[in-house]
């Protein structure tokens, strides 16, 4: 799988914290607070603190002793260094029950993504619509891809036509992919590629709910 890089060299890890970050900085705002301390960030995030102030220093944000970090220049740190603000053209490829559920979701637009067009190989699904777009079908792909200008695509087919899709989508120029699809895909080491599993994550909550569900139990006997 192709790693995404950043061009502060910010460690992956990192990268991958800043999302979580700029949401609980989100909630801060809508709460009032104009400031917020490395403590309050690392109790909100689960991350520990000196964590914190060690990935915000990656973005040349190191806050003020005694008062803490803005939080509408820490936001706008976090937000450029994740590219949100440039308008990003997403395709989402496989109109099915989570193509449809994903084409109108909104916060992709609060985000910057905008769903730029929508695709699916059966014929019957073509023409429908979502989100004001109209399902084109995947012949018209790399012309689309070309003329809306697609940075990003979502691959919610299949699992079997996942890796068709993904080279379909590389031969038109797509340099990111984001795969709902359960199976892994291959791409040339210049596409960056972020799988999203959701059963495998299921099960990850069924490993904490069985263990909670044990130390319960245990509690009682004792």
């Known amino acids: 799988m192709a790693r995404l890089t950043s061009p502060r060299n910010i460690p992956e890890a990192t990268v991958s914290r800043l999302p979580l970050y700029l949401r609980i900085l989100v909630e801060v705002t809508e709460q009032g607070e104009k400031t917020v301390s490395s403590d309050r960030l690392a109790e909100l995030s689960g991350v520990n603190a000196a964590k914190v102030r060690k990935d915000l220093s990656h973005l040349g944000s190191y806050g003020t002793r005694g008062v803490g970090y803005d939080v509408e220049i820490l936001m706008l740190q976090i937000s450029r260094e994740l590219g949100l603000t ?3 053209a997403v395709a989402i ?11 109108n979701y909104r916060g992709f637009t609060e985000r910057g993504f905008r769903i730029a067009a929508l ?3 059966d014929p019957r699904k073509v023409g429908e619509k979502a989100a004001g777009l ?4 995947m012949s018209e792909l790399k012309e689309v891809v070309g003329t809306e200008g697609i940075s990003i695509a979502i691959i919610a087919t299949p699992a079997a036509a996942a890796q068709e899709v993904a080279d379909l989508l590389v031969e038109a120029g797509v340099k990111s992919i984001l795969n709902f699809a359960p199976q892994l895909i291959n791409a040339p080491s210049d596409v960056s590629i972020r799988k999203v599993d959701l059963s495998m994550e299921l099960q990850i909550l069924s490993y904490y709910l069985g263990r909670t569900k044990v130390l319960d139990a245990a509690r009682l006997v004792k």
Do not use: I, K
Not at 94 to 99: A, I, P, W
């Open 93 to 103: 490829v496989g109109f099915g029950n989570l193509g449809h559920a994903l084409a």
């Open 119 to 121: 695709f699916d190989a």
């Open 86 to 88: 440039s308008d990003w």
């Open 134 to 137: 109209s399902v084109r079908h």
